[in-house]
């Protein structure tokens, strides 16, 4: 705490006279969520693409006080959606201030809470938690126990003089540790069924059991989990009792046009050189055109981490060629993304009948994407000038190694060229690169209309007649 933040109560009599009453996780997400819903302010940040789809039903069900499974394919942002709901709780909350849990102060529920309550009353030390650290995630995983999960007699306290029979042997796993926050499951599909059923008295009745112990502990938590439609159904599955318990199943999908695609990449990207929105939405279509595409497996989908690491692959791509060629500032242009293909061909999966057609098939599919960008953006547009003067002799190289200056040197003064620059959002007193980007990818529609030729090797290509 700062001098300039307000003293919060330290002891249960000083928290009792503040007005502190204890408020269920639930119901604390639902104010919460409401007074944002009232007040017009995001209560999701950084979620791109759910707003009229996903987040009105997510915010159904935590309205309603439902427990919730995000069912999707992989690579759509379950996980980053349930870690957002940690911002609907409150920033601080109260705690009993050494307890093994979070406990309310005004509501002890571990023996051990209980008897020092009884013991101090009003001097009974209160902390307080910031709502970070009330959000436990794991990761389902076959190797994971009920002990993992729930909780296990504890040898060392058996071993300092603890009776087997005395509750307080027990040392307690991660959901009664998520008491009074959010406990998140990834994959929960891929948990064993024996331990699925581990989550069943704690989801309903609210207690855990710990061999042979039953301790009526009331659990307060908000119990999150994601799936993926694959393993739903084939390798893995939830239990039918505990997808009863789940009060709501919603589906999440990908970005649902190019430019939400393009949004989610430049949130996502950390990009070491400028790409231009022209690319971004060349490497959005390419995504789609994959995801729509018979060859590919649609059983495992299409990440959104394969646009933003294509993004990535395409800046370091330029930075690369800054370097050699002592460009700045560094911009990529359509020669790098050929190197998409080669670096990302693992991030998909095809379908058997493709095997050994791969890279080929993302090259045919980049340059529909690139074809189709350069349609957008140059509707209406003649190039005509721009091919004439390239089959007339003023023959174009581009590469790895090719600087923006010596592409640009390469064309005459046209009046298209400025034209090109502005459909792209470049202007005249803009860097080289920019310039050269818009052109290069005049270019490349050119020659994928098949009015210029194109010759290529390792690092370069030439645009001609």
Do not use: C
Request: proline share 7%; aromatic share 4%.
């Amino acid at each position: 705490m700062t001098g300039s933040e307000p003293r919060r109560p330290r002891t249960v009599g000083e928290l009792r006279a503040a007005g502190y009453p204890p408020r269920s996780v639930k119901t604390e997400i639902h104010d919460n969520l409401i007074s944002a819903l009232r007040e017009g302010r995001d209560p999701w940040p950084g979620i791109v693409g759910f707003s009229t789809t996903v987040l009105p039903q997510l915010e159904r069900a935590l309205l309603a006080s439902h427990d919730v499974v995000l069912l999707g394919e992989r690579g759509q942002g379950k996980t980053r959606l349930l870690r957002t709901i940690v911002g609907l709780l409150d920033e601080w909350t109260p705690v009993i201030a050494g307890a093994e849990l979070h406990e309310h102060p005004l509501q002890p529920i571990t023996p051990a809470s209980i008897r020092r309550a009884a013991e101090l009353g009003d001097e009974l030390p209160v902390g307080w938690v910031h709502r970070d650290e009330r959000y436990s995630e794991k990761l389902a995983t076959p190797d994971t126990s009920v002990g993992d999960l729930v909780g296990d007699v504890d040898p060392v306290k058996v071993a300092e003089g603890r009776s087997l029979a005395d509750p307080e042997t027990i040392h307690f796993g991660l959901v009664p540790r998520a008491h009074r926050g959010i406990v998140a499951v990834n994959e929960l599909p891929d948990l064993a069924e024996r331990i699925q059923v581990a989550l069943l008295n704690v989801m309903e009745e609210r207690d855990i059991q710990i061999r042979g112990y039953t301790l009526r502990l009331p659990l307060d938590v908000l119990v999150v989990a994601t799936a993926n439609p694959e393993d739903y159904t084939n390798r893995g599955r939830i239990i039918t009792p505990l997808k009863d318990r789940f009060g709501a199943e919603v589906r999440t999908h990908y970005p649902l046009d190019v430019s939400a695609e393009v949004d989610l990449v430049r949130q996502e990207a950390r990009l070491v050189a400028e790409v231009g929105e022209p690319l971004l939405e060349v490497l959005a279509s390419f995504v789609r055109r994959l995801r729509e595409s018979s060859a590919v497996d649609h059983r495992s989908g299409v990440s959104a981490r394969f646009a933003v690491a294509a993004a990535e692959t395409v800046a370091a791509a330029a930075l690369r060629r800054s370097a050699l060629t002592g460009e700045s500032p560094a911009v990529a242009r359509p020669i790098d993304l050929e190197t998409v293909p080669d670096v990302l061909r693992g991030k998909v999966e095809f379908e058997p009948a493709e095997e050994g057609r791969e890279t080929e098939q993302l090259v045919h599919m980049l340059r529909l994407a690139v074809a189709d960008t350069a349609r957008r953006r140059f509707a209406g547009l003649d190039l005509e000038p721009l091919a004439q003067a390239v089959a007339d002799g003023h023959m174009v190289t581009t590469g790895a190694g090719v600087p923006a200056g010596a592409l640009l040197a390469d064309l005459p003064e046209l009046p298209v060229l400025h034209d090109v620059a502005q459909r792209v959002g470049a202007g005249p007193g803009d860097p080289p690169g920019r310039l050269a980007a818009a052109v290069e990818l005049a270019l490349e529609s050119l020659y994928l209309a098949r009015r210029l030729a194109k010759d290529s090797d390792d690092d370069t290509a030439v645009y001609g007649r």
